[in-house]
């Protein structure tokens, strides 16, 4: 084991800096000795080659897209493009202040205005903010929009928004964040929207529904417009959970559903890294009726022959802007990144969603139709999640009748599969569907690569149930106790104390 | 043609597989309502080098706040981060990775965000730390909502919080928002004459929930004043402080002078100022808010052998569980930047730290010396020290003396009036960090001169 802490050079061992403008002595003597730092953090004493080891020891230790397939559903983890890493490195991204002045900033303000076009466009909504910097943000700042919008037509008294229970755990919680109480309505006995339960709760206190479509089973809810309905007649206004939008570019829209507002994650359709948690970028787009509640500021241009490809381009406020999210104008670094993934497709982002789903469909079929040798040696298979002829960019699998005949449980197959060199699927979300594993593959992995998977995965359910509840076998550790982690709270290291 | 779909021309058999014929079948359970009419309204495909030619000619028309005598800071600082510290980031491995809910597999940057948590436990003086937040400004947002779930039992001012006025707005509407979920009321705590928090009046804020200070404060003002505050707001109330990150070096750790909880922009260290984005939200507390703390925290454990492992713990916090009675929203983060600022930690050491801070310590003293050395010009707080940036007030706008010296090549620094409700228009916000050199400092004297002998100066007479 590799332990940065245990690197102990000499006091200067680290990375050497040119010398200040003034000795040491003066610096110091500007600082009131009341408030003076009395003792420097016990930080490792490392030089650069020691810790190029260190760092890459770590990487190895560390599986991402460019290891290996990577199912994670509703992560949507598609294959990351390395020149949009060349892109974001430039001086004229990476050395940019917010606060410049425009005319500082109009490469990144075009860039900018061609987001806010193409993803209002792809979406049908009629105004886009690119400054929520995650999925959950964008949320945060859609729901506080409608609030102000509701404020604004005196029905404050709205307080309710409505959450399917297959919802994210996000959208519950962001909308608790802007004061909302949360009623939960059950999906019915297919995993779609239940009307029926949408009924009996809509009603003049309901300030909005927050909808996932295709939903977190990977389905396309069929009565969507009818639902949208209910809700708009109601008064309510309808929130789009766009965490997958990659299934739909080109073949329909939030605004054709008849969506009020909706969220991106550009870090699921438009490639940004996820960075092993983030950065992400969560823009927002609404129908007109809202974007004056934005947050501020947005990109707007002007002809000007003197200006950048004809263009001269300006931040403006919207008029009742509910003020600021993030501290700047998002994470332009991800929107950048965005801008190129989306340059490489253009109108074929319709081609890609067509991929997302044909890849989806062909996993869901190699998996659930074993050859008859495989089928003959599997004494329980996994279920459809929920019943459906297509799915959409992913699908679940209902590991239940598995677990009942051999007690190999969803959570023992998903890390049995870190030992085929597989990241495991998402495990036990949407909560309405038992032992569920959510797959998702994305148009970027080839037939081979699915091929393969569903034949690894399908040995797995011929494998002694012992070998699976004890998985994983050889990867960096075995499983992992996280009782332990969570009961004795070890936070940091202990420098030797 | 794009080139990143492998299975490009074989949708055929793929389909044939499954007994579909067509991709339109795919997409058959969209009812035909809601269905698009028209193809999407959009460009063709770009190949790579079409992407370069476009990239290099936009992002070739912006000013790198580097590319020229710069004084423009105010939360996000033109640095250096060296070469190593992306190279080792960006390696595919943490690049393209998410969440490590697979603990087996992602010991690697479960470990690297563990020696994160001890770098910033260690920077503070507190012993928590979580793996990020968004940003400086949300940082603080959810520092005080976390405060109020912590304190609002026993506060006697309930949902309550004060934050000392003047915060700009990229702060103080953020904390505004953050405030809806709890309907916390945000008082106003006063400074004295010195720009520092005046303690008479902070007994007003005894037994609130909590209280948010700056240090340095927006203006760039050391306030020497906080160490005396804890004792005043009393147990039952959070001090939350802002901190400016490189000034650790030199400057007492909060954890050492009362703060409850630390927050603080770690851009500085990790990333370029990258337009505002992504940077990352230092955060860092007691143990007493650790359970109700937002964000992703890591922990050591071990493995079915009894081998060393780390994994994510605590998460009966986070929304994937405890949905909207989560203690926060946040789900993606800004963990790959946070790896940047602990590899960047890593490498700089404890004597890098202190340099990096005698670095800014001195240009800030060298620049404010160059500027308060103009007749006319003087700063706004006259009493106290000063760390990374200070204010002065101009005989004149200072959106005029900007633009003047944007037109001779030089970023003077920010017009306050932009960004603080109620500052005047002559506040100039001035910035120098460790990238500063005499001859930017000398170009900003120079310009700061001729316009007011210029523009001033004439419109005086
Ligand atoms: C369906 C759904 N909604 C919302 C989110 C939240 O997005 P983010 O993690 O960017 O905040 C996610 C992300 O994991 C998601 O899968």
Redesign the pocket.
Known sequence: MSDLFAFDGAPEAGYAQPSPLLSDEEAIAGIPESIRRKSLPRWPRASEPELVRHYTWLSRRNFGIDTGFYPLG??TMKHNPRVNEKIVQMAGMNDLHPLAPASHLQGLMAIFYEMQEMLAHCAGMDSVTLQPV????G?FAAIRCIQEYHRSNGEGSRDKVIVPDSA?G??PASAAMCGYQIIEIPSNENGRLDLGALRAVVGDDTAAMMV?NPS?LGIFEPEIAEATEIVHNAGGQMYY?G??FNAILGKTSPGLMGFDAVHY?L?KTFSQPHGGGGP?S?PIGVKSHLAQFLPKPLVVREEDEHGLDGWTYSWEDPVNSIGKVQQWHGNSGAVVRSWAFYRRYGRDLEKMSEHAVLNANYLRHRILNPSEELASKISAMPIDGAPARVVKHEFTLSMSPVKDATGVSGKDVAKRLLDYGYMAPTLYFPMIVPECLMVEPTETESKEVLDKFAEDFLTILTEDPELVKTAPHTTDVGRVDEVWAARNLVLRHSLGE | MVDHLPNLGREEIMLKEMGLSSIDELFSDIPEAVRRDSPLNLPAPQTEEEIMVDANRLLGANVAINSRPNFLGAGLYENYVPSMVVAMATRGEFLTAYTPYQPEVSQGMLQALWEFQTMVSELVALPVSNVSMYDASTAAAEALNCAVRVHNKKATQKNVVYVTEWLPEHRLSVIENYSCGAETEIRTLKWDDNGMVDLKSAEAAHGCCAVYVEQPNPFGVIDENLAELKQIIGENTALVVGVNATSLGVLEAPGNWGADIVVAEGQPFGIGPTAGGPIYGIYACTEKYLRQMPGRIVGKTFDDKGKDAFTLTLSTREQHIRRHKATSN???NETLIALMGGIHMALLGPIGLQKLALRNAAACQVTMAGVLAIEGVELLFTNGASYNEFTVVLPGSAKGALDYLDKLGVTAGLALCDVMSGADEAWLHITATDQTTNEDVAALVGGLKSWISSTVMAVGS
């Not at chain 1, 995650?134 to 943000?137: C, I, R, V």
């Open positions: 509703s992560c995650a999925g959950a943000q949320e994210h996000t959208n996932t977190t959970d965490a997958n994650n870090h992400g969560g | 946040i789900c993606s």
